[in-house]
């Protein structure tokens, strides 16, 4: 264990916000509480950017019981933000630092955030700061490197799966009007939040049917075969797909190019569901329709996991547990450990291993045909939504001899 190191503790959040990064935060600001070396507890509103405008509040001040009401409350408190730190930023920002004696730094946020923290840590290292520099892992996309999953991850798949069956009911019941029903998802270079929506059902008649994921090159004459077969099995078709499925050259489906790009180089592109839909109905004469829950799917509090919720507050504390002990230039990372049931330890590894790194859905998590989960995916990912979904029934729709 390193010397201890007095002086204050700066917290922010940053990126897509979900429904337990609040949870992250109030993990930070308890467990800073409890050491004495920790000499104030300070947010950042609006991530590194607020920090660059002097944007700073006391979070030692809040009352517990606006803490506790936080673990349970989605979005980002402290405000977000998609800021890619300039070279002319660093100075500032360490200046600024050092003038408030903060000595630990805690950012959590997902791919970009980290590579924020890293090269907060490495400016500090450069000019013989010393700080303590710790990311807290959070995104919906499921995509960082090294951690078995990521805090958020659990809560949009939950949703995702209760709100895919939900669909399903709907189509199953409008099938003879609109037989096909196309649900888009976040997701932005991974899968993984496309195959959760698998993890609702029960039966082959249950939605999904078919789920395409951009790790697998889309093709849309072999989509028109699926959706062809899959009407013609059960009379209705249920299709789940991330918002960046590719051609084989690449290209977002139904897009030429994005309407707008982020600080860090992100494309956003036109729905490929409204496009397909438009396909579905022109080549196949099906009517079809698509779903895009939008920002709420990653924000439903509703339908969030308790497990999510508890180790996103776990990786918090543990950010702090560990800066305190000396580590630093670390993302909090989480363990799964082998045996029967489910259980995720905590460790933290180097932020170079992280930052800018994107974790693809493992192709044995797919089907030999790409176009579904295999049972692999729904032992990695069911433990991980917080228990079961609501349970459904038919009716058996006895006929009447005599009518």
């Not at 959760?196 to 395409?212: M, V």
């Amino acid at each position: 264990m390193s010397a201890e190191l007095k002086g204050k503790l700066v917290v922010g959040q940053s990126g897509g916000c979900t429904a337990v990064i609040n949870s992250s935060l109030v993990g930070v600001v308890e467990e800073a509480q409890t050491h004495r070396c920790i000499r104030g507890v300070l947010g950042m509103l609006h991530g590194i950017e607020g920090l660059l405008r002097g944007e700073v509040v006391d979070l030692s001040a809040e009352r517990p019981s606006t803490l506790q009401a936080l673990r349970r409350t989605p979005s980002a408190a402290l405000g977000s933000c998609r800021y890619r730190l300039q070279d002319d930023d660093i100075a500032q920002i360490i200046d600024q630092l050092r003038r408030h004696d903060v000595r630990y730094f805690v950012y959590i946020g997902g791919n970009d955030s980290a590579d924020t923290s890293l090269r907060v840590s490495r400016a500090a290292q450069e000019v013989g700061y010393e700080m303590r520099v710790m990311a807290v892992p959070k995104t919906i996309d499921n995509d960082l490197p090294v951690t078995d999953h990521c805090p958020g991850y659990g809560s949009i798949a939950r949703f995702v799966a209760q709100s895919t069956r939900d669909a399903g009911m709907d189509t199953e019941a409008m099938k003879r009007y609109d037989p096909v029903k196309i649900v888009e998802v976040m997701g932005r270079d991974a899968g993984w939040v496309a195959a959760a929506s698998a993890l609702g059902k029960r039966d082959p008649a249950d939605a999904p049917h078919l789920i395409y994921v951009p790790e697998v090159v889309f093709d849309e004459a072999r989509f028109l075969d699926d959706v062809r077969r899959v009407h013609g099995e059960i009379g209705y078709v249920v299709v789940v797909l991330t918002e960046t499925i590719r051609d084989a050259r690449g290209r977002v489906v139904g897009s030429d190019k994005p309407y707008f790009v982020d600080p860090f180089g992100h494309g956003y592109y036109e729905s490929p569901a409204a496009y397909l839909c438009r396909l579905v109905t022109r080549e196949l004469g099906l009517r079809a329709r698509f779903d895009k829950p939008g920002t709420i799917q990653r924000m439903s509090m509703a339908l969030a996991s308790g497990v999510d919720l508890e180790e996103a507050h776990l990786v918090g504390r543990r950010a702090v547990k560990y800066a305190v002990e000396g580590r630093s230039g670390q993302m909090v990372v989480l363990v799964r450990e082998n045996g029967s049931g489910y259980r995720c330890i905590t460790d933290s590894a180097p932020l170079e291993e992280i930052a800018n790194a994107v974790k693809p859905l493992p192709r044995e998590f797919l089907n030999a045909d790409g176009n579904f989960v295999s049972d692999g995916f729904l032992r990695y990912a069911t433990p991980l939504i917080g228990g079961p979904l609501l349970e459904y029934a038919r009716l058996e729709r006895h006929p009447v001899a005599e009518w």
